[in-house]
């Protein structure tokens, strides 16, 4: 006795093979929907390190201007309090009011 494979091949319905048809077209675009978001989402990743490297470039930038414009004002008032003593300096007005211990 041999075993032998009996196949039937049976047409399925229009509907159905429409059905089949829709499914297979909705699934290539998913697909090719999910690569184009893929692909844009590392756009946009990149864009954002980018901007985010050129912000944090300003502000170490900022940083040194900072820092420098400390030093400038301690030497400032270095001068200053050799000049006219301890005290107060009204920015407004340009008066300095001496303070006397």
Known sequence: MSKEKVTEKVKITDEELK???????NANTIFTELGQVTVQTEFVANEANKKIDELDEYKKKLMEQYNELQKEETE????LR?????????????????VTK
């Open 82 to 98: 050799e000049k006219y003593g301890d005290g107060e300096l009204n920015s407004q007005t340009g008066e300095f009011t001496s």
């Open 76 to 79: 400032f008032i270095k001068d």
């Open 19 to 25: 059905k089949v048809n829709k499914i297979q077209v």
